[in-house]
């Protein structure tokens, strides 16, 4: 039977978390700016990204990178960021991906051995450099939108844990920066479970007990992701994380805003400067490179540029079919939808 709709995306993985960049087969979406275009997308073509992300063509951590027509006058390539759990106005890790896909299909023109993209996305302009040697994209690093420290030592009473204190960071999304050590939580694969449901526990507590809101674009609201952390296995690393996305999952990179999210909260308790170079580790023992470049003001808020480094890796391309009459076309999970954002 012909298919109603095809998309064909650009897969990859940066530092083991999935990219999938959808290169055709979108509608012309409404809206002035990028933040507007996304919630184009969420009102009236959300079965889209369902599609895409959930089971049987994704999976639980699945995210992916919407390329569409930018709003601003100095980007180059406008980008929407999808997960399994809904919309991102940033994302690091599919950052790193999409360029990386970008530049070694042949879908910009590279120039070796620098290639520089300015990307518009719902949070903001973000300007990105591509290391290129023969079509390669060995590193991709991106100086983000401004982060910062939201509230410091906030705590809460968990169900089935009791006392939780976390800072809540913004780096394009907002965190729960956690140390897993208190919690007496290992950060390796075999405790996954575990690790998910107790950040679930933890995001679910904070958002009934704390208004979470961007001081200066209200549309991002609630805390998404919590934010574990504990000391580096890994050499030359300088702080193991763990990343739990919505609605339940472990991001497997070092997650590229919340490592903007911790530069802020490092930079504003004073224990890291303009400059010096910070290593985060995944729980899969993959790496990205942060630094804080300069400060700023975000709303009121003493905030911090960053730029972050890492590497992705092409692993196919795919033409994906739409088929209404299908009777799962839509997608599914077999985890709970998160509903406490």
Not at 142 to 166: H, M, R
Not at 289 to 306: I, P, R, S, Y
Request: net charge negative; hydrophobic share 40%.
């Amino acid at each position: 039977m012909k298919a109603a709709r095809v998309f064909t995306t650009v897969d990859t993985h940066t530092g083991g978390n999935p990219t999938r960049t959808v290169i055709s087969g979108l509608p012309k979406l409404q809206g002035e700016t990028m933040a507007e275009k996304m919630l184009h997308m969420q009102k009236e073509y959300d079965w889209i990204r369902t599609l895409l992300m959930y089971e049987p063509r994704g999976h639980d951590v699945m995210s992916g990178a919407l390329v569409v027509e930018p709003c601003h006058p100095e980007a180059d390539v406008g980008v929407i960021y999808i997960e399994t759990g809904g919309y991102l106005p940033m994302c690091g890790h599919d950052t790193i991906g999409l360029c990386t896909a970008l530049v070694e299909t042949g879908m910009i023109p590279v120039s070796e051995p620098l290639t520089r993209l300015k990307l518009d996305t719902p949070a903001g302009l973000v300007e990105v450099d591509i290391e290129v040697e023969q079509g390669k994209a060995k590193e991709v690093s991106f100086t983000n939108i401004p982060a910062f420290l939201y509230k410091q030592d906030v705590t809460v009473t968990v169900e089935g844990i009791g006392p939780v204190t976390c800072d809540l960071a913004y780096g394009g999304n907002f965190y729960a920066i956690t140390d897993a050590r208190a919690l007496g939580l290992e950060l390796v694969p075999a405790n996954a479970a575990t690790i998910v449901d107790t950040a679930v526990r933890i995001r679910k507590a904070i958002n009934q007990a704390v208004e979470v809101v961007h001081p200066a674009k209200p549309f991002i609201r609630g805390l998404t992701h919590v934010e574990f952390y504990t000391n580096p296995s890994t050499q030359g690393a300088d702080v193991k994380n763990t990343v739990v996305v919505p609605p339940g999952g472990i991001d497997r990179s070092p997650c590229g805003t919340g490592t903007s999210a911790k530069l802020a909260t490092l930079f504003a308790k004073g224990q890291i400067g303009i400059g010096e170079p910070f290593v985060h580790e995944s729980i899969v023992g993959s790496l990205f490179t942060g630094t804080v470049l300069a400060t700023a003001e975000e709303g009121g808020l003493q905030a911090v540029v960053t730029r972050i480094a890492g590497s992705a890796w092409l692993t196919g391309k795919h033409t994906i079919f739409y088929h209404p009459e299908d009777e799962l076309a839509h997608g599914f999970l077999l985890i709970p939808a998160a509903t406490d954002h």
